[in-house]
Nanobody
Framework: VQLQASGGGLVQPGGSLRLSCAAS????????VGWFRQAPGKEREGVSC????????YYADSVKGRFTISRDGAKNTVYLQMNSLKHEDTAVYYC??????????????WGKGTQVTVSS
């Protein structure tokens, strides 16, 4: 499975961005797809995850109510809609996938990151 993350950019606080994670090589129908982020000087952390098989979702407490993960099966793409962005959301965002689960330790397939910068 190959993943391509896109959609990052510079946005003002309170603004929105939608990240895309396009998969190729295998359908994501039975995969867990997660979004992770790494801010400068900090460890990578899990942001959100989706189980493609049953549609269940997970969100980190820091993004609950602001971020929404979704999937378009026809496009084999997972999205992360990010609203009400804050300075602390600034990071490189990565998407990853695996059949085993949402935890970072399970993720074997990673896309290149996309930079999100929240700044006025």
């Amino acid at each position: 499975v190959q993943l391509q993350a896109s959609g990052g950019g510079l946005v003002q606080p309170g603004g929105s961005l939608r990240l895309s994670c396009a998969a190729s090589g295998y359908p994501l129908d039975y995969y867990f797809v997660g979004w992770f982020r790494q801010a400068p000087g900090k460890e990578r952390e899990g942001v959100s995850c989706l189980s493609s098989s049953d549609g269940s979702t997970y969100y980190a407490d820091s993004v609950k109510g602001r971020f929404t993960i979704s999937r378009d099966g026809a496009k084999n793409t997972v999205y992360l809609q990010m609203n009400s962005l804050k300075h602390e959301d600034t990071a490189v965002y990565y998407c990853a996938t695996d059949v085993r689960g949402c935890g970072e330790v399970y993720m074997d397939y990673w896309g290149k990151g996309t930079q999100v910068t929240v700044s006025s």
